[in-house]
């Protein structure tokens, strides 16, 4: 079964710094999607970024971007100068290629100091 | 676009009593709907996942029983909780795909269901 880890359960950064939450994931599977998700105080999630596994090239949204290293099982998100707004709870998930299910690690809460 | 509502976003009921949830998809056919379950600080459970005219397929240690899930149309799908007790007092959250959308799924605002 495929496993998602967040080994970090709180992270603060400074506004206007630059932030990078950890994951990492187990599949033996070789095609996959992985996610970023985020979870501020209104529990409304929302989609933060996307990567497909046969993709080298890592995704970017605009101050968001991730560094994907699949040999390593690792999918970490970097948040460029932070926003008040951007404190959340972050989720990373992931989901086969043609699977349903959407597995999410623990989370990481994410403070944003002014 | 792509916006996912929920109904109520919070209920309180007696224990013992059932209480249903609507998730309804505004503007687009969600072919396929989720329900999680998530309890507070903890991450989301998937609990069933329910494709339109068809029986949910419910995640191993959820009691299907219980948990009743009817995707009766491309916009709605119903949780409903039969006799409800206070541990299943949690945050209940709904998300829905569609055919056109199959990599990403569009998540509700979330209920918070609390039983006494």
């Known amino acids: 079964a495929q496993t998602v880890t967040q080994s970090q359960p709180e992270m603060s950064v400074q506004e206007a710094e630059t932030v990078t939450l950890s994951c990492t994931y187990d599949?033996?599977?070789?095609?996959?999607?992985l996610f970023w998700y985020k979870q501020p105080p209104s529990r409304q999630m929302i989609l933060v970024i996307r990567q497909e596994a046969y993709k080298q090239q890592n995704a970017t949204e605009n101050r968001f971007s991730v560094n994907f290293q699949k040999a390593a099982k690792s999918f970490s998100l970097k948040i460029s100068d932070s926003q008040l707004g951007d404190a959340a709870m972050y989720f990373c998930?992931?989901?086969?290629?043609?699977?349903?299910?959407?597995?999410f690690g623990a989370g990481t809460i994410l403070r944003v100091k002014s | 676009g792509a916006v996912v509502s929920q109904h109520p976003s919070w209920v309180i009921c007696k224990s013992g009593t059932s209480v249903k949830i609507e998730c309804r998809s505004l503007d687009f056919q969600a072919t396929t709907m989720f329900w999680y379950r998530q309890f507070p600080k903890q991450s989301l459970m998937l609990m069933a996942t329910s494709n339109e005219g068809s029986k949910a397929t419910y995640e191993q240690g959820v009691e299907k029983d219980k948990f009743l899930i009817n995707h009766a149309s491309l916009t709605l799908s119903t949780l409903t909780v039969t006799s409800a007790h206070p541990e299943d007092s949690s945050f209940y959250i709904c998300?829905?795909?569609?055919?056109?959308?199959?990599?990403?799924?569009?998540f509700g605002p979330g209920t918070r269901l609390t039983v006494l």
């Open positions: 998930a992931y989901r086969r290629e043609y699977g349903n299910k959407l597995v």
């Open positions: 599949t033996s599977e070789s095609d996959y999607y």
């Open positions: 998300s829905a795909r569609s055919y056109r959308s199959y990599n990403e799924q569009f």
